[in-house]
């Protein structure tokens, strides 16, 4: 008969190292960023699929549904995944939940690997998740600044001097006016 072990049973705070400690306030603050991006992505979501909706451009719509799919299907996945590792059945594979986290769903894989304590050891795993985590947020950060950055500002430089820069040198055309003669 397999023991029952807690999923939510942590190390004394004097035994862990100070890598575990960094790494857990990390994981921490990611899986805080996590529900926020999942409610935005929802809210969003349900914004523009209502009568009087928000409009957003299709692709967006689709990443945004494809990240609330595939954050359930990841958080399911590691759950299901932590309760056969505990009881020694056949396990999922890495790349299965690497494949639902890729394709949207890091944050429910992020929110289920910390609630189960899910692959937090395991620095192959980790290291991977991470980097699809940066690929994510660096597209969705990317789509922001080309979607709400006003197109003819610029940005707050506080190291430019106020009146000691040089005036702005508009090219001229070289090709003389049409109707000119010469």
């Known amino acids: 008969m397999a023991s029952e072990v807690n999923f939510f049973e942590d190390p004394p705070m004097a035994q862990r190292t100070f890598v575990q400690n960094f790494n857990s306030r990390l994981q921490s603050g990611l899986v805080i960023f996590s529900f926020l991006w999942l409610s935005v992505a929802f809210f969003w979501l349900y914004r523009a699929v209502t009568l009087a909706g928000q409009k957003i451009d299709f692709f967006v719509a689709i990443y945004l549904f494809l990240t609330i799919l595939c954050s359930l ?3 399911v996945l590691a759950f299901i995944d932590k309760r056969r590792s505990v009881r020694d059945r056949p396990r999922i594979s890495e790349q299965t939940l690497h494949a639902f986290s890729l394709a949207g769903g890091w944050p429910g894989t992020c929110i289920g ?5 899910h692959k937090t050891q395991k620095t192959s795993y980790q290291a991977m998740f991470w980097l699809i985590v940066l690929v994510h ?3 969705v950060s990317y789509c922001l600044y080309l979607t709400w950055w006003p197109a003819n500002s610029e940005p707050a430089n506080i190291s430019k001097p106020p009146s000691t820069s040089l005036p702005r040198i508009t ?3 070289l090709l003389p006016p049409t109707g000119a003669t010469g």
Do not use: D, E, Y
């Open 113 to 117: 690997n910390w609630l189960f304590r």
């Open 137 to 139: 947020l660096s597209i």
């Open 171 to 173: 090219p001229q055309p």
């Open 73 to 75: 299907v990841g958080f």
